[in-house]
């Protein structure tokens, strides 16, 4: 069964700080790997897709990296900003088609200005 | 892009009555749609897959008596919580796949629903 980890549970950093947020997984054969920001009380909003012949994908400040043969994961944030303060969950998707998203616990992050 | 919208966005009960939350897809089909639930800073558990015109396929542990799902049309699912009790209280989000092309196989997920069951 696979099993997704986010490591660290939360961070704190002051504005202006480039940060990393790791998300690993047991099972390495996936089809996709996303990962989503959750602003409290609210839904998900999809940052960043990778598909599992890709090695990265960007967005802006956003960088999202996958290693799938060691089952890791990270998002890079550069130059963070209050506004980056929100949950950030990592899941991975096992094939294509009708098989769901499996999520990590999440990294709550706190942008400090 | 595609939206997924629910309503109600919050819900407050008493317990012992039902509860309907719906899941939209409102520019795309949907074949399959996804119930999550999500208790406070947790994250998403699935609680069931929905296919239009079939019967939803639930995971282990979940109740499909209490939570009935009906995906009656591409753009519809809808979620049932029967004779709701406190520890029912949760965030519940669904999600909806496209048929195919750039919605095939992407989740896109609703904002939410908020259950208090008093």
């Known amino acids: 069964k696979q099993e997704v980890t986010q490591i660290p549970a939360a961070l704190s950093v002051p504005e202006g700080e480039n940060l990393v947020l790791n998300c690993s997984f047991t099972?390495?054969?996936?089809?996709?790997l996303q990962w989503f920001r959750q602003d409290p009380g609210k839904g998900l909003t999809s940052l960043l897709l990778?598909?599992?012949?890709?090695r990265e994908q960007t967005s802006g400040r956003l960088n999202a990296s996958l290693d799938k043969s060691s089952g890791r994961s990270t998002l890079y944030i550069a130059a963070s900003q209050p506004g980056d303060s929100a949950t950030y969950l990592c899941a991975v998707k096992k094939y294509s088609g009708n098989t769901p998203l499996v999520f990590g616990k999440g990294t709550r992050l706190s942008v400090i200005a | 892009g595609a939206v997924v919208s629910q309503h109600p966005s919050r819900v407050i009960c008493k317990s012992g009555t039902s509860v309907k939350i719906e899941c939209r897809s409102l520019d795309f089909q949907a074949t399959t749609m996804f119930w999550y639930r999500q208790f406070p800073k947790k994250s998403l558990m699935l609680m069931a897959t929905s296919n239009e015109g079939s019967k939803a396929t639930y995971e282990q542990g979940v109740e499909k008596d209490k939570f009935l799902i009906n995906h009656a049309s591409l753009t519809l699912s809808t979620l049932t919580v029967t004779s709701a009790h406190p520890e029912d209280s949760s965030f519940y989000i669904c999600?909806?796949?496209?048929?195919?092309?750039?919605?095939?196989?992407?989740?896109?997920f609703g904002p939410g629903t908020r259950l208090t069951v008093l």
């Open positions: 099972d390495s054969a996936i089809y996709n």
């Open positions: 999600s909806a796949r496209g048929t195919s092309g750039r919605n095939g196989d992407t989740q896109y």
């Open positions: 990778i598909q599992s012949s890709q």
